[in-house]
């Protein structure tokens, strides 16, 4: 409830507003009920001495139920029932008036009758109604001119009637712009014929080319297709829908969800929004809590993942925030981005720094005393690491190594690194150098738990996810590059399946297992394992895509099959045989249960991996690991 103090300018007008409509329709019943007789002027002296009570009573009831709080603008069903209860308020202390107070102590007789009072309902309701109604219709026409002719393109909303409402009403209240809705195409058999906000449901999703033939007979071409969260259902096959209407030469668009807090604005459609499954609900002011007033240090910063943490972290409210990259280009980009983006009031640094310079990092990072460290920086490209193996050893072992050293040694909260599904059994050098780094935090956690009895100031855990869609080596760029390119589209194996997430989900995922391993009960556990629904066959998603495109595969772009590369497998596990899964109760996440090996047997291993790769010796590196990790290559494809 806001506070007396608290109430605007706006607010007080609202307030006089609503106590002159007041006392006018308690006049007004007075007048009606006893026009042209003796008794109306025989009652005014002592309905002038009521005034001031019932005013002051009226404004604590207006008070309490926030009426003079409410916009005008946005006036609705909600806001005419609480006028409603307002008026039924006033009309029962009225009654209270008449009956107990007056009639028996002051006249010997009733002083308003039930018929006055019964008018003095009905006119409260008007009074109160009328001006706010009559504001909110001149707004609406005044937005909806304003759209039909600020260069508002035609559209077609496609999706159930419930989506295209809220569609509409964001037409209506000035928030969606450049857009007309002339129509509605609904894949519910229910909502055809309807009108929906004066609105018409044209027909199914199927009628697309009938719809847009009759509106261009009558000169009324259809120019936009903008397709609500239902037309994405995969059993309306979505992808289809896309291919006809860019056929038909509309452009079509989507409304992003305004879950996360984004503006709302049109979006093109993306091939994320036929590939997911519905986003896991996240906790957002869990995540503020975490963040908001933070020192954040965010490593490889410049990728995919680094960047979409930087920007999650300011929306989130970090105070300060330090990017580690080794490209120069990649921190210039995203420290323009961030300016860009004017999220918050965060001091952000950007350092060039390779995660190898055990020395650099060590010293940029305890200069900065971070409170959270997220650690992205990585090498990640299978074929690349199945080549050059030593390389893929510095970075995602020993870098990891002088990120995890340097939270630990600057006191942060928590160091969190990014991992992989291939680090589940692996078969690949990606596979097998994430899960040594995993192995390396999970000791020093345990390490330093047992340090303080339990109770350990700091955690290190490790998140793994599959492929993250639009994702810098991902297949979607390439695919869409290929598509471009006229194909054809190149696919490993037929039977090549794999898990995807979009960056943002994937990305506040990831910052919810901060927040769980940072819980005041320490959790037992330490690497977490991201929900990614159900896995995603290869050749479908460039068949999807091909689709998407406005094309056909197999007769406008083929798709041919090269074989699977070093290091890979059909499909991915999302749980090791000796790491069982542990529910956490976070929608979203589970977790592996701890399995690594002691810390002295792990620097064992990191001082003979440090002697063989200066040597440059391949051979001796694969065995160390093999050593460390037993279920390496253990399920090759």
């Given at each position: 409830m806001t506070r007396l103090s608290h109430l605007t300018y706006r607010n007080i007008l609202?307030?006089?507003?609503?106590?002159?409509?007041?006392?006018?329709?308690?006049?007004?019943?007075?007048?009606?009920?006893f026009e042209g007789a003796s008794a109306f002027w025989d009652r005014v002296p002592l309905l002038l001495q009521i005034v001031p009570y019932f005013v002051v009573f009226s404004f604590v009831v207006f008070y309490v139920s926030r009426l003079m709080t409410t916009k005008w603008r946005f006036i609705s069903l909600p806001d005419a029932l609480n006028i409603v209860?307002?008026?039924?308020?006033?009309t029962l202390a009225l009654l209270v008036l008449d009956y107990v107070i007056v009639a028996p102590n002051v006249r010997g007789?009733?002083?308003?009758?039930?018929?006055?009072?019964?008018?003095?309902?009905?006119?409260?309701?008007?009074a109160l109604s009328a001006l706010r109604f009559a504001y909110r219709y001149f707004r609406y026409t005044r937005v909806r001119h304003h759209a039909r002719t600020d260069d508002a393109a035609p559209a077609l909303l496609v999706g159930r009637t419930a989506d295209a409402e809220v569609v509409l009403r964001g037409i209506e209240s000035g928030a969606v712009k450049r857009i007309w809705p002339i129509g509605i195409l609904s894949p519910s058999v229910s909502d055809r014929g309807q009108i929906i906000r004066n609105v018409p449901v044209l027909g199914g999703i199927d009628d697309i080319e009938d719809v847009a033939a009759d509106f261009a007979r009558r000169g009324k071409p259809i120019a936009r297709a903008l397709m609500t969260p239902s037309a994405f259902e995969p059993e309306l096959h979505p992808e289809t829908f896309l291919m006809r209407a860019r056929r038909l030469g509309l452009i079509v668009s989507r409304l992003p969800s305004l879950e996360s807090g984004d503006a709302p604005r049109l979006a093109p459609v993306a091939v994320e929004d036929l590939l997911l499954r519905p986003s896991e609900k996240i906790d957002y002011a869990r995540l503020e809590m975490l963040v908001k007033g933070k020192a954040v240090v965010v490593t490889g910063g410049g990728g995919s993942i680094g960047s979409e943490i930087c920007h999650r972290a300011l929306t989130f409210g970090a105070a300060r925030l330090l990017i580690l990259e080794n490209s120069e280009p990649a921190l210039y980009a995203i420290t323009e981005a961030l300016a860009a983006a004017n999220e918050g009031n965060a001091a952000v640094e950007g350092r060039i720094a390779d995660i190898r310079d055990r020395e650099r990092v060590l010293r940029l990072i305890s200069e900065f005393k971070p409170d959270l460290v997220f650690h992205a920086a990585a090498l990640k490209h299978v074929p690349i690491l199945e080549r050059d193996w030593s390389e893929g050893v510095k970075t995602n072992i020993f870098g990891s190594i002088n990120v995890a050293d340097a939270a630990v040694a600057a006191g942060a909260e928590a160091m969190v690194m990014i991992s992989t599904d291939k680090a589940i059994e692996p078969v690949s050098m990606l596979g097998l150098t994430k899960r040594f780094a995993e192995m390396y935090c999970q000791a020093l956690d345990r390490e330093l738990a047992?340090?303080?009895?339990?109770?350990?100031?700091?955690?290190l855990i490790s998140v793994r996810f599959g492929n993250v869609l639009a994702s810098n080596?991902?297949?979607?760029?390439?695919?869409k590059a290929q598509i471009e390119a006229g194909g054809p589209v190149t696919v490993t194996h037929p039977d090549m399946v794999r898990y995807f997430m979009t960056i943002r989900e994937a990305c506040d995922l990831v910052i919810t297992a901060a927040s769980h391993a940072l819980a005041p009960e320490r959790p037992g556990v330490s690497v977490y394992v991201l929900n990614m629904g159900q896995p995603v066959r290869i050749v479908?998603?460039?068949?999807?895509?091909?689709?998407?495109?406005?094309l056909q595969p197999g007769y406008d772009v083929e798709v041919v099959f090269t074989g699977i590369r070093p290091g890979e497998r059909l499909n991915e596990i999302l749980f090791a045989s000796e790491e069982p899964p542990v529910e956490i109760g976070v929608a979203g996440i589970m977790?592996?249960?701890?399995?690594?090996?002691?810390?002295?047997?792990?620097?064992?291993w990191i001082a003979a991996l440090d002697q063989a790769i200066a040597r440059?010796?391949?051979?001796?590196?694969?065995?160390?690991?093999?050593?460390?990790?037993?279920?390496?290559?253990s399920t090759a494809a």
């Open positions: 609202i307030a006089a507003h609503d106590l002159l409509a007041s006392v006018a329709a308690l006049f007004a019943a007075f007048y009606i009920r209860r307002v008026a039924t308020v006033l007789t009733f002083f308003l009758g039930k018929l006055t009072i019964i008018l003095f309902w009905f006119l409260e309701i008007f047992e340090r303080h009895s339990g109770r350990s100031p700091m955690r080596g991902s297949v979607v760029p390439k695919f479908e998603l460039a068949e999807r895509m091909i689709r998407l495109s406005g977790a592996a249960k701890p399995n690594e090996p002691p810390m002295l047997a792990l620097k064992k440059d010796d391949p051979v001796t590196i694969k065995a160390i690991l093999k050593e460390a990790v037993p279920e390496f290559g």
